[in-house]
């Protein structure tokens, strides 16, 4: 890691949603303050007396889950937490995404700083010392039931840290753990009682998806303010709807109004807007266009709804047993998944209903009976060329994938462990679907972006009157980005994916944004 690497210092204190993208997307050093190494001290004081003690305590001197019955003797504790930490190392399948490692492994490190879980300073500590070297476990896609914790990826972080199972070095090649430790300077770590256990009891994973997924949708969901503001534009559909006093004050929704305010915003100067009752007048836009605040506003609420959750598990210690303040070690159920699957699923809803109505004013931009004068397709020379018709079948492809990974995956739960875990979340599962879906609206809204733009470009050079600064700043961002204008048919595929690059890093944003101001 540069030296110059911004810093995310952890104390007891919670932290925040900004410090998890800092350290899994910004690769920000970490480092542990002096409250919190003297909080975990305290508290791995409380374990070792537990651990001298001749009656069994679970999690310090007892098997786990359905094999909690047995005592294990002090000679094999050591022995039990390698154990533990192996055969929980079960993961399959493909290699999860760095940036969700490194989300797993800082978020599990934070709840070891808060002095919660009895583990030593030093396992916190050779953590930081992980993530502040650029290794990252290879942790497999299946094995979390979202209950006890990510087990599985929990685990594989915890193997490397022991010096054992493989690991991706800074260069991105996947190798021996104990050979990147070693290079990197890092003491393999001898686990004692009560440490594999805490090390892979979280709800660590499917909340740095979670975070991760708010601060994407947070940008996708402003982006289709703007390409539905285009495409009302483009459609010379009236922005009447917008105005403020339609929405708070009397349906007082704040996505809603915010949604408004930002096409609103979008819109302004444009001479297209309003002509709805020109030459083939109707008295009200589609529902694609007129409820377009209704709809992402809506999903703007559930992810204020999703933030709130996900500061609560940030603030949250997640373990089992769990050290409390007053010295008690207690079993509990935090390790349940069910507060944040719930509300990745309720993620995935709403995006597969913003690509939705996405679609649906794209295919009314390609629709020459519907999009007011536009060519059919937006082609140069319709029958010749076919224009943007299979940009459009892409996007309901897209659309239609979302639709699936809608269904909720915690309404499912699968018994394991003989039946001691007889009730799972499913969390993972919910946030891994999210993050495709997430990819996926990315590229639907590119396709509009590209629709939209193009129809924007047509009319102004048909004379049909000025667009919207803010409109025209975004055309000129994507033809900037490499995505092509309007003229005869050439290889789409790879102006959709500078549409797509241009939407995901929001830059579309920003470009329109030296216009309007802020959005919300």
Known sequence: MAPDAPLVQVGKADVTAEDVLAVARGNARVEIGPDALA????????????????????????GFGALAVRHISPELRAQLQRSLVRSHAAGMGPV??????????????????????????????????????????????FGSLGCSGDLAPLSHCALVLMGEGTAFGPDGVEKDAAELLAAAGIEPVELLEKEGLALINGTDGMLGMLVMAIADLQKLFTTADITAAMSLEALLGTDKVLAPELHAPIRPHPGQALSAANMLAVL??????GHHQDDAPRVQDAYSIRCAPQVAGAGRDTVAHARTVAERELAASVDNPVVLPDGRVESNGNFHGAP???????????????????????????????????PA???????????????QYTQAALVSENKRLAVPASVDSIPSSAMQEDHVSMGWSAARKLRQAVANLTRVLAVELVAAGRALEIRA????????????????????????????????????????????????VTAVERVTGPLG
């Open 39 to 62: 909080e975990m001290a305290g508290a791995r004081a409380r374990i070792d007396a537990l651990a001298a003690e001749p009656r069994p305590v679970y999690g310090v001197s007892t």
């Open 96 to 141: 999860v995404e760095r940036e969700v490692v490194r989300a797993l492994v800082f978020l599990r490190m934070k709840t070891l700083a808060s002095g919660r879980t009895g583990v030593r300073p030093l396992v916190a500590e050779t953590m930081a010392a992980l993530l502040n070297a650029g290794i990252t476990p290879a942790v497999r896609e």
């Open 268 to 273: 302004k100067g444009s001479g297209l807007t």
């Open 340 to 374: 944040v699957a719930y509300v990745l699923d309720f993620l995935a809803i709403a995006a597969a209903d913003l690509g939705s109505i996405s679609e649906r004013r794209t295919d009314r931009l390609l629709d020459k009976a519907r999009s007011h004068g536009l």
């Open 377 to 391: 397709f937006l082609a140069d020379d319709p029958g010749v060329d076919s224009g943007l018709m299979i940009a």
């Open 461 to 508: 050079e048909g004379g049909s009157g000025p667009i919207a600064p803010a409109t025209a700043a975004a055309i000129a961002a994507a033809r900037e980005a490499g995505v092509g204008g309007p003229g005869r048919d050439r290889f789409l595929s790879p102006d959709l994916e500078a549409a797509a690059a241009l939407v995901a890093s929001g830059a579309l």
